[in-house]
């Protein structure tokens, strides 16, 4: 039987595999997303600026100029940058506990002034580098290491769903995909383009979510962790563009 060879998009080249754990989310976003970057031509022209957590890893997988900002810190970072660099394209790199705990103002007031970036954020439903703590999108009976015998509304407050907390928010683009099948790591990507294109065209702020496993902190083995995306977690954060504005 013949082998498939995959072409290792540019901005990847020459460097050895994502740190991640095995069945983690985080090789496949970051690869799909340079993929995008290869297919725009813009690998000599974008800069990522990731959280100081498990997707970290990105800055030493790519060709392409990169910066780690504090935890929680990467949207403002993206932010500052794009008004001096308005030409590049420029991107926030973040987990859920990030852009959803300590950098919450930023992933509202960024929303508000609908900054031209894109932010994109990997939702694992935990704090995954530290150990696996209840994040703001934990669900309701979720076991973690901060909530041994499981989320609840009455002691944690109920999950942020980002397609709730930006309703009636003036934004380019928000999306939410998941890395949990190939037909999803597709529409994934599109996503991510949409956002992209939408940058480079000056049409505003666009935020893509990610659904992400991560088989360390669930306990769960990698395809047992894929199950959990598919029956459990995408039930409730639900995979779709939720806004969509016209180009101004
Ligand atoms: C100001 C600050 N607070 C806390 C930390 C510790 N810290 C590093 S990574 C992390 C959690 C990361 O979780 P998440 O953002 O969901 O990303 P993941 O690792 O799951 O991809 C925390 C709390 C830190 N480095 N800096
Ligand atoms: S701890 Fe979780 S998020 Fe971090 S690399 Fe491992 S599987 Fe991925």
Not at 111 to 116: G, T
Not at 194 to 211: D, N, P, Y
Not at 217 to 227: F, H, K, Q, R
Request: glycine fraction near 10%; charged fraction near 15%; aromatic fraction near 8%.
């Amino acid at each position: 039987m013949a082998t498939k060879t995959f072409k290792i998009p540019a901005a990847l080249e020459g460097h050895g595999n994502h740190s991640a754990c095995q069945g983690c989310g985080h090789g496949i976003a970051t690869r799909i997303i340079y993929e995008v970057i290869d297919e725009m031509g813009l690998t000599d022209r974008c800069i990522a600026f990731h959280d100081l957590a498990c997707g970290s890893d990105m800055m030493f997988v790519t060709n392409c100029h990169g910066f780690s900002g504090a935890h929680g810190r990467a949207i403002p970072t993206a932010t500052g940058f794009k008004r001096i660099r308005p030409d590049m394209l420029v991107f926030s790199y973040a987990g859920d506990g990030a852009t959803y705990s300590i950098g919450m103002q930023h992933t509202v007031h960024t929303a508000m002034r609908d900054e031209n970036i894109t932010a994109i954020v990997i939702n694992n439903t935990n704090f995954g580098m530290t150990g696996g703590q209840m994040s703001p999108t934990s669900l309701i009976g979720q076991k973690t290491t901060s909530s041994p015998v499981g989320r609840t509304k009455a002691l944690n407050g109920n999950p942020v769903d980002v397609t709730k907390l930006y309703t009636g928010m003036d934004i380019a683009y928000l999306a939410r995909g998941s890395v949990d099948s190939v037909a999803n790591i597709n529409k994934t990507k599109s996503y991510i383009r949409k956002g992209f294109e939408k940058q480079m065209a000056g049409e505003g702020f666009s935020l893509i979510e990610i659904l992400s496993p991560c088989p360390t902190n669930w306990n769960l083995t990698p395809a047992a962790a894929v199950e959990r995306i598919q029956n459990e977690v995408s039930g409730i954060y639900q995979i779709g563009e939720f806004i969509e504005r016209s180009a101004k």
